[in-house]
Antibody
């Protein structure tokens, strides 16, 4: 069964850091681009970042560029999102989502259940 | 403000058809055939319904269809069913300095 399982969310103070993880199973992880998408409480979906299958290409939303870093460990089938200098507006459910191809954007066909990040003092 | 514009809400009765629009620019919807649509029920993760404008993943009913004209993409749901009540989001590849843009979402109510 194809599955994505996020972890690492929690409560963090403004200015703090957090690293999210997404464990993948049931598919050839290194063959697919992987994404992070977030959803603030009561709001819509916002694409955050993506990384190509081999890890050589990374992409970021303007809202997180220079603040978040995406990475992947293909030997352990795990995707990461390092989040620094967190602000209240980063409060959201963070979803890990598998892209349909090795790189680029052609739709995201598998999603995890999400991990909640709350930035508050 | 989202990069792609969707109506906030649409509604229809069981058995009817509805269409949700998604308007962008030549940098995204109008310039590329990489529009996707997602369905999200309350408290659940999104689900891919349409990719590359008009393609359905396996398992998605053929009541769901997608199209595009100029800078506007559309999702049509025919033969509305109660379980179609959900939020729907469009997204597109963008040739700007990011990669992906989403619409603000449309709440579908089945009357």
């Amino acid at each position: 069964e194809v599955q994505l399982l996020e972890s690492g969310g929690g409560l963090v103070q403004p200015g703090g850091s957090l690293r999210l993880s997404c464990a993948a199973s049931g598919f050839a992880f290194s063959s697919y681009v992987m994404n992070w998408v977030r959803q603030a409480p009561g709001k819509g979906l916002e694409w955050v970042s993506a990384i190509s299958g081999g890890g050589g290409s990374t992409y970021y939303a303007n809202s997180v560029k220079g603040q978040f870093t995406i990475s992947r460990d293909n030997s352990n089938n795990t995707l990461y999102l390092q989040m620094n200098s967190l602000r209240a507006e980063d409060t959201a459910i963070y979803y890990c989502a598998k892209g349909r191809l090795h790189d680029g954007y052609y739709g995201m066909d598998v999603w995890g259940q999400g991990t909640t990040v709350t930035v508050s003092s | 403000q989202s990069a792609l514009t969707q109506p906030a809400s649409v509604s229809g009765s069981p058995g009817q058809s509805i269409t949700i629009s998604c308007t962008g620019t030549t940098s995204d919807v109008g310039g590329h055939n990489y529009v996707s649509w997602y369905q999200q029920h309350p408290g659940k993760a999104p689900k891919l319904m349409i990719y590359e404008v008009s393609n359905r993943p396996s398992g998605v009913p053929d009541r769901f269809s997608g199209s595009k004209s100029g800078n506007t993409a559309s999702l049509t749901i025919s033969g509305l069913q109660a379980e179609d009540e959900a939020d729907y989001y469009c997204s597109s590849y963008t040739s700007s300095n990011t990669l992906v843009v989403f619409g603000g979402g449309t709440k579908l109510t089945v009357l």
